[in-house]
């Protein structure tokens, strides 16, 4: 198979953990170049040494937060090459509460990370992939785009607006060779649930106990397939499930 993104561009947000960092060494391990985004630069910098020792490719860190539209404004105008695959993968849940006890400051956080973030990364990026004819725009989605459940209201009213998001950017971008996919996940063993429940790692661990969840690596590989296709084919959205995940609130345990 040919090797479509070999010594591209490809800017992945939220690259410090989890699906972005997965997909940032399998796009490395193919010879793109990379601009890794995240607000950890530590982490950043961790990563872009290990794929520098190990890939002949440039590696670019962009430490900033996706919220923030000045920021990434002005790391972009500082860029020159063109981003010719833009990974919006930055995304959180906060919080398992009712919509009438959630925190607001939780929702603020969702809204502006899972929405506002893909919103600014892609309304930065997508106006010279439009110029040059040339381009695709990957967002991680969820299947909580897809069917909602108790306890999730905000994140999944997020992950619903990066699905309508996504399929009318590709539709703003009818006529043109710039592509424009989503992956909706379901459970993925990453730092999400840590995250979702704010450090408390032993309910994070609950959500994927005795059963075999997706791990990073796996959606990576999906994103870096749908990369990979010849110019003529768009894969709009993959929903991709763990075996024993039939839906978002189905989810068969061994112990079961």
Not at 138 to 150: F, Q, T
């Amino acid at each position: 198979m040919q090797n479509r993104i070999k010594e591209k561009w490809t800017f992945i947000t939220g690259a410090t953990a989890g699906i972005g960092k997965a997909t940032a060494e399998i796009f490395a391990k193919s010879g793109s170049n990379l601009v890794l985004n995240g607000r950890r630069k530590n982490r950043l910098e961790e990563l872009k040494k290990q794929l520098v020792q190990h890939y002949s490719i440039e590696v670019v860190l962009a430490p900033f937060d996706v919220r923030d539209r000045e920021a990434a404004q002005q790391f972009l105008d500082n860029f020159s090459p063109p981003i010719d695959i833009l990974v919006n993968n930055a995304g959180l849940a906060k919080g398992v509460e009712a919509v009438f006890n959630a925190h607001l400051d939780d929702w603020d956080t969702m809204v502006d990370t899972n929405i506002k973030g893909v919103l600014n990364m892609t309304r930065l990026i997508s106006p010279e992939m439009k110029k040059r004819n040339s381009g695709h725009i990957i967002n991680i989605g969820s299947i909580a785009g897809h069917e909602s459940y108790p306890g999730g209201s905000v994140y999944c009213a997020t992950k619903h607006a990066v699905k309508a998001f996504t399929e009318a950017t590709k539709k703003d971008l009818h006529g043109t060779k710039v592509r424009v996919s989503m992956v909706s996940p379901g459970l993925v063993e990453t730092e999400f649930s840590e995250v979702r429940f704010k450090g408390d790692t032993d309910r994070a661990n609950e959500v994927y106990e005795d059963m075999n969840p997706l791990i990073g690596e796996d959606i990576a590989e999906i994103v870096h397939f749908m990369a990979n296709r010849p110019p003529h084919v768009n894969i709009m959205d993959t929903v991709v499930f763990p075996v024993a995940q039939s839906s978002s609130t189905m989810v068969h345990r061994d112990n079961e």
